[in-house]
């Protein structure tokens, strides 16, 4: 169970595993491209490292993370800004598109804005940026307002403007915006530049340290007391709500009518910063519209930027991710439950980091030696090793009424605690076969006593890996012997 301190409201979309809120985002739009591989010499050409590429993939990037990120929350998400008549923008429709993201993407730039990142592994080895500032034109504007309007009209609960300063965050739309809100919807601002008189009247901002000191006009060092002073001298000469400014390592501080919070950071191994104020930004909002505190929504806004920061490139954090983390007490890597979109995710990104993805299922019932052998077994045919796990009711299914021995959570919570497994994902089905035509995983690790037997989930995997059986360990076996001593397991 998710723990007890956090709000009965919080507690029940934690639980529902979605935020379910509406919400609209409005700003700059960006494709980021990965081009990954890895670095085997360094150029005779010149001292730089050469990338073997190994593959390439794109995320939206810009307003479009945010709206990813909303859609990762369940979320009902409308997204619009401007894009070229080109490639870029195609591609990102078609993102969007797949992740139930509803789009509004005005040919009003020469091209799309692109972000393109060469990596090898986990390190980001050059980075290159395609466009520049580009105003918007009255009918453009209209045009963002009158989409705007029509969300209003449809019951949208909830505004990001998403200022990435490429032009699309005027100060004539924002105020139009801003000023446009039906009563009882919170405007979020994601906020660039030193003037920020354009977003008087929004609920909250959510600028980073440089970004403060640049609203400012001066150097704001990383603490409490610079932060808060800075902080509120803005609130007050800009007419804003609240500011949540997010400090790096020193966490977050939101400043507001009420007074002020600091938020220690969730300490995590940090492998890409890429797109966390987007996650930031995203989670507060669609908490708010959702009707939790701002205070509480910032603890689990804190919570997902520290997920989210473990992941390769602009990564979009998903709620049954961000429940198992609540679940577990997770606090040093992110949850090794997953549902199957957000195992989608990961897989995916595994794969574009060039990593070999195992996968091998099971009930896992009464965990044993035999268990720990395969695993450890399954875990060196790749670089990351999947789990599925029968849900209790596949398990009766498949053992009879007696079974399982034990709870699915309880199967989950050991299988997440091994450190040979990446990812446990549970599944009702007799068989993992629709789950692997999701996660299309590189090697399928199956017991001998499988080679034999039809084994349709074979058709989605790149090569399958038969393992040996140790006679005389099964949870049968164990079942058995616990009978003949007259005992029962332990619950």
């Known amino acids: 169970m998710i723990g007890e301190r956090l709000s009965s409201k919080l507690l029940r979309l934690l639980e529902a595993r979605s935020v379910s809120s509406s919400l609209a985002v409005v700003g700059d739009l960006a494709l980021d491209r990965y081009l990954c591989g890895t670095v085997e010499r360094i150029s005779r050409e010149a001292p730089i ?49 797949r992740e139930g993201v509803r789009s509004f993407l005005l040919p009003a730039r020469s091209s799309t804005v692109l972000k393109t990142r060469v990596v090898s592994g986990r390190q980001q080895m050059l980075r290159v940026d395609r466009g520049t500032r580009e105003s918007l034109r009255e009918e453009d504007r209209r045009a963002l307002t009158s989409w705007c309007r029509r969300c209003w009209d449809e019951g949208t609960e909830g505004l990001i403007l998403s200022d990435y300063g490429y032009g699309v965050c005027d100060e004539a739309l924002c105020r139009e915006l801003l000023g446009s809100l039906p009563s009882g919807v919170p405007g979020v601002v994601d906020p660039r530049g ?136 997770e606090g040093t890597r992110p949850a090794k439950e997953a549902g199957w979109e957000e195992a989608r995710r990961r897989v995916e990104a595994w794969k ?42 596949s398990v009766r299914g498949l053992k009879g009424p007696t079974r399982p021995l034990f709870p699915l959570r309880e199967r989950v919570a050991l299988l997440s605690a091994l450190e040979m497994v990446d990812l446990v994902v549970p599944f009702d089905e007799p068989s993992p076969e629709t789950l692997y035509r999701s996660l299309r995983p590189h090697v399928l690790v199956k017991g001998e006593e499988y080679r034999d037997r039809p084994l349709p989930e074979a058709a989605w995997a790149d090569r399958v890996v038969f393992l040996p059986r140790i006679e005389g360990l099964s949870t049968t076996a164990l079942e058995e012997r616990i009978r003949e001593t007259g005992r029962t397991p332990g619950r």
């Open 194 to 329: 030193s003037d920020w008189s354009k977003y008087r009247g929004a609920a909250l901002l959510t600028p980073n340290l440089q970004e403060l000191a640049e609203a400012a006009g001066r150097p704001v060092p990383n603490e409490d007391r610079a932060v808060l002073a800075a902080a509120e001298e803005a609130r007050g000469r800009f007419g804003l709500g609240s500011l949540l400014v997010t400090r790096s390592e020193a966490g977050m501080t939101l400043v507001g009518e009420e007074g002020h919070l600091h938020v220690e950071a969730d300490r995590r191994e940090v492998f890409d910063v890429s797109g966390a104020g987007d996650t930031v930004i995203a989670t507060v909002a669609a908490l708010l519209a959702a009707g939790i505190a701002l205070e509480e929504a910032v603890g689990v806004a804190n919570r997902a930027a520290g997920l989210v920061v473990q992941k390769a490139g602009t990564r979009p954090i998903g709620m049954e991710e961000l429940a198992a983390s609540y679940r577990s007490g």
């Open 352 to 393: 574009a980091e060039g990593l070999t993805v195992a996968a091998t299922n099971g009930c896992f019932d009464a965990l044993h030696g035999g268990h720990l052998f395969s695993l450890g077994e399954a875990r060196r045919q790749g670089d990351r090793l999947v789990v599925a796990v029968n849900s209790d009711a």
């Open 49 to 97: 490292p050469v990338v073997v590429q190994q593959g390439v993939h794109a995320n939206p990037g810009c307003a479009g993370n945010g709206a990813m990120n909303l859609a990762g929350l369940g979320c009902a998400v409308g997204v619009a800004g401007a894009v070229g008549e080109d490639g870029e923008a195609r591609e990102l429709a078609e993102l969007f598109h």
